[in-house]
């Protein structure tokens, strides 16, 4: 009777085995399975690029008790503004003028009116705006009896549209280059891209290092276009 009852148990525990053995197979091959079904691949590029067009604002102020005294002070400085600009070289028609504001507040129990008049100044000769800029106490001295106030030029890419698919392109390259790098660690061979998602094209200056999160940088002539992609490739 005992012998019946052992030899039942490692008959039992030999099917358990068995079955613990054939099932830890079925995950483990699960597992292998899932681990190679593609390679995502994230890859990014960078192509220098120079601004080929520039747009510098200018704001005309005066302040004065009288509002029709200050109005006149900032029409008539606005000529001599125009004259300056002609002077450096620039069209007329490459000087855009705003409409003339006015902001009447109370100072210490007087009242005084703001005037003021923007200007914007726009060439595709970039280095001239630059240079402009850096002499901008010639242009006070144009004026000297008003305000000016003046932002920093703004320096765009016209062709931004032209680069993109090159960058694009090159980062395609490179998510293909760093997958294939994946797939020899895995064992396995790359096959045909099944998905791509392109990130956001980024304007940066020079000398910034990375530009994952999108934007447009504005204060440099030169500058850096980058793209980032991200692409799933099937495996064999």
């Known amino acids: 009777m005992r012998n019946r009852i052992g030899i039942a148990l490692i008959a039992t525990g030999l099917v358990m085995s068995v079955g613990i053995g054939v099932g830890l197979w079925f995950v483990g091959d699960g597992f292998r399975a899932r681990a190679v079904t593609g390679?995502?691949?994230?890859?990014?590029?960078?192509?220098?690029?120079?601004?080929?067009?520039?747009a510098w604002s200018i704001t005309i102020g005066a302040r004065d008790?009288?509002?029709a005294v200050a109005a006149k002070r900032v029409a008539s400085a606005l000529p001599k503004v125009r004259a300056y600009f002609t002077s450096a070289g620039l069209r007329a028609d490459q000087v855009s003028v705003g409409s003339l504001n006015t902001y009447t507040s109370n100072d210490g129990g007087m009242q005084?009116?703001?005037?003021?008049?923007s200007l914007t100044?726009?060439?595709?000769?970039?280095?001239?705006?630059?240079?402009?800029?850096t002499k901008v106490m010639d242009l006070l001295a144009v004026v000297p009896g008003v305000n000016l106030?003046?932002?920093?030029?703004?320096?765009?890419l016209s062709?931004?549209?032209t680069l993109r698919p090159q960058v694009q392109e090159a980062a395609v390259r490179d998510a293909r280059h760093r997958a294939e790098?994946?797939?020899?660690?895995?064992?396995?061979?790359?096959?045909a891209a099944t998905s791509v998602q392109s990130g956001s094209i980024t304007v940066t200056s020079p000398d910034v290092i990375e530009g994952d999160y999108g934007g447009y940088d504005l204060t440099t002539i030169a500058k850096r276009v980058r793209a980032v992609v991200t692409v799933t490739f099937a495996v064999q």
């Open 159 to 161: 062709k931004l549209e």
């Open 112 to 117: 005084q009116t703001d005037a003021s008049l």
């Open 121 to 133: 100044v726009r060439s595709t000769d970039v280095q001239q705006i630059a240079n402009l800029n």
């Open 181 to 191: 790098i994946m797939a020899q660690a895995l064992g396995v061979r790359l096959g």
């Open 65 to 67: 008790t009288d509002p």
């Open 39 to 54: 390679v995502s691949s994230t890859g990014s590029a960078v192509i220098p690029a120079t601004a080929d067009a520039a």
């Open 149 to 156: 106030n003046t932002n920093q030029p703004q320096y765009t």
